[in-house]
T-cell receptor
Framework: GNSVTQMEGPVTLSEEAFLTINCTYT??????LFWYVQYPGEGLQLLLK?????DKGSNKGFEATYRKETTSFHLEKGSVQVSDSAVYFC???????????????FGAGTRLAVHP | DTAVSQTPKYLVTQMGNDKSIKCEQN?????MYWYKQDSKKFLKIMFS???????INETVPNRFSPKSPDKAHLNLHINSLELGDSAVYFC???????????????FGPGTRLLVL
């Protein structure tokens, strides 16, 4: 079946540290991959996405590369800020059937806490 | 502002009551979704509607009944509320492109439901 596995949190870092949040997936066909972010008390926002193998998604200093050979989409940022504290969700979308509709499948989420 | 909006933001109610949550999007999208997020932040799709037609129903108890009066609105009615229904419910919308999984879902701010 289709599934997403993320590293368990919480991840606690000091400001300006390097961030990696691991994400691996299992999917039939050719999924698109996403990272969504949820700030405290808010809904989810798209952070970045990649739609085919070797694509790199990037936004706000975050980046992730779609690696088909390792079925991974790890999120990285070179220097985190306190304002990056949030829950990060890796997700994949698959077509429900040929030419049909899509479905987003989320990982369990990883909480990031950045302190000054 | 263009967005996905939900009402109410908070809902506290007694077991056995019936309640509704409303969602509206003014993004011109043709597909809307309901998600449930539990206390561990795990996010799972419940329903999806495309142009007022139900396309995803994820084995949700039939106490939950979605209704889409038009493609800009998707409401969720819950009968006989139970303690386990306490969660955050998110509405989302997207513009489906059939045959491709490369689309973005836009989320509302969530409705925090507490059943006592």
């Amino acid at each position: 079946g289709n599934s997403v596995t993320q590293m368990e949190g919480p991840v606690t870092l000091s400001e300006e540290a390097f961030l990696t949040i691991n994400c691996t997936y299992t999917a039939t066909g050719y999924p698109s991959l996403f990272w969504y972010v949820q700030y405290p008390g808010e809904g989810l926002q798209l952070l970045l996405k990649a739609t085919k193998a070797d694509d790199k998604g990037s936004n706000k200093g975050f980046e992730a590369t779609y690696r088909k050979e390792t079925t991974s989409f790890h999120l990285e940022k070179g220097s985190v800020q306190v304002s990056d504290s949030a829950v990060y969700f890796c997700a994949l979308s698959v077509s429900l059937f040929s030419g049909g509709y899509n479905k987003l499948i989320f990982g369990a989420g990883t909480r990031l806490a950045v302190h000054p | 502002d263009t967005a996905v909006s939900q009402t109410p933001k908070y809902l506290v109610t007694q077991m056995g009551n019936d309640k509704s949550i409303k969602c509206e999007q003014n993004l011109g999208h043709d597909t809307m979704y309901w998600y449930k997020q539990d206390s561990k932040k795990f996010l799972k799709i419940m329903f999806s509607y495309n142009n007022k037609e139900l396309i995803i129903n994820e084995t949700v108890p039939n106490r939950f009944s979605p209704k889409s009066p038009d493609k800009a609105h998707l409401n969720l009615h819950i009968n006989s509320l139970e303690l386990g229904d306490s969660a955050v419910y998110f509405c989302a919308s997207s513009q489906e492109v059939r045959g491709t999984a490369a689309y973005t879902q836009y989320f509302g701010p969530g409705t925090r439901l507490l059943v006592l």
